[in-house]
């Protein structure tokens, strides 16, 4: 396959693909449209809880999907001892973050749901690490432990109303605020300040940890740093980086929590966790982690990018040798250049260089590489 031809996202998503399917996940494909209750009692766990309903020739409610994992979750039955490997690239229909209106959106991701242990957690992280990679190679992966944040929380002992409040804190990185809310309650929260400012790998995050009373002797604590020392050991010891700002619904994660981010766009491209408790949410006891990365976000990339339609425009005119502009086309091809011949530049055409052929020849007009 000539990958020049792909576009951002159609690269990403055969690249991901192929990297998913190497650890034996297999493609999950399912219907366009799910019932609309299944996303209404599942609303924050959305991207976006805009939804396009429409009703059915039965009476029936139902919304064009803008989720994958509840439709995966919904049609995945529980198993005791092996776990359900999928992935996915679906088309959802949301609100889109870079345009702020409805769009056929390709996503990607996958699934591990079912006995899920220190391996899966681990694999489905790293996959999320090299699907960056694919995409970028100036990407970084921010990782947290929901188990460690809502410990600390839990041990201020502060009002339903103050947690709140300190959640959206902690997302929002602000020291100030967790001060504020801190006082109001009557409670100190050095420690929590301590957790949400530390950022980095393992040497750096550990003695934080442990200056707060927390240690390899806690099991959240444990896991979290042996995921990411096995990371580390990996390739990604520059790319992946503890953060404990990153937090997520607790109505629906637990464990691990992590985000992903490239050079060029401000906000996460990729985003995933253990949402074990979403699973008891819909009556299942198994486990499960997943990630999607959202494809709308590469649109901005290539907004930055001084990206050509072609790389070179042939200008020909009417009743020219066919048999010389076909070997001039045939030698820029052949050579891995996209030539497009006319007999005018079209308008707002992006080209690196114009040629025209003429009786002595191919000339060149413009170069612009």
């Known amino acids: 396959m000539n990958m020049q031809v792909l576009k951002n996202d159609e690269k990403a998503i055969f690249e991901m693909r192929t990297l998913y399917r190497k650890y034996g996940y297999s493609q999950y494909k399912m219907s366009k449209f799910e019932e609309y209750d299944l996303y209404v009692r599942n609303k924050d766990f959305l991207v976006s809880d805009n939804?396009?309903?429409?009703?059915?020739?039965?009476?029936?409610?139902?919304a064009l999907k803008p989720d994958v994992t509840l439709s995966i979750i919904k049609n995945t039955n529980?198993?005791?001892?092996?776990?359900h490997k999928v992935y996915y690239n679906e088309n959802v229909y949301r609100v889109s973050?870079?345009?702020h209106s409805f769009k056929e959106i390709m996503q990607v991701g996958l699934e591990c749901i079912g006995a899920i242990d220190d391996y899966c957690i681990y694999e489905v992280v790293m996959l999320a690490a090299k699907s960056l990679e694919n995409i970028s190679e100036s990407f970084v992966l921010d990782i947290s432990h929901m188990g460690i944040v809502s410990g600390v929380i839990d041990s201020l002992g502060i009002s339903h109303a103050g947690r709140k409040q300190l959640v959206k804190c902690i997302s929002e990185k602000n020291l100030h605020g967790i001060s504020a809310v801190c006082d109001a309650e009557g409670v100190d929260g050095e420690a929590l300040r301590k957790l949400v400012s530390v950022y980095g790998g393992t040497d750096a995050v550990m003695p934080v940890l442990e200056s707060i009373g927390l240690d390899r002797s806690n099991p959240d604590v444990n896991k979290l740093m042996q995921v990411v020392a096995a990371l580390e050991g990996c390739g990604f010891k520059n790319k992946v980086r503890i953060d404990f700002s990153v937090i997520s619904d607790t109505k629906y994660y637990n464990g691990f929590v992590f985000k992903g981010f490239i050079e060029g766009i401000s906000e996460s491209i990729l985003s995933g966790g253990q949402y074990d408790n979403l699973m008891r949410?819909?009556?299942?006891?198994?486990?499960a982690i997943g990630f999607a990365v959202y494809l709308d976000m590469l649109e901005r990339l290539c907004e930055n990018e001084n990206e050509y339609d072609v790389d070179t425009v042939i200008l020909y005119e009417e009743g020219c040798d066919l048999g010389a502009l076909n070997n001039a086309v045939s030698m820029l091809t052949a050579n891995g250049k996209t030539v497009m011949a006319q007999k005018a530049v079209p308008e707002k055409i992006k080209y690196k260089q114009l040629l025209k052929l003429n009786e002595r020849g191919v000339e060149i007009i413009e170069n612009n590489a």
């Open 78 to 83: 529980e198993s005791e001892n092996t776990v």
């Open 97 to 99: 973050k870079g345009t």
């Open 51 to 62: 939804i396009i309903t429409f009703t059915d020739t039965d009476g029936k409610l139902m």
């Open 281 to 287: 949410k819909v009556g299942k006891s198994c486990g």
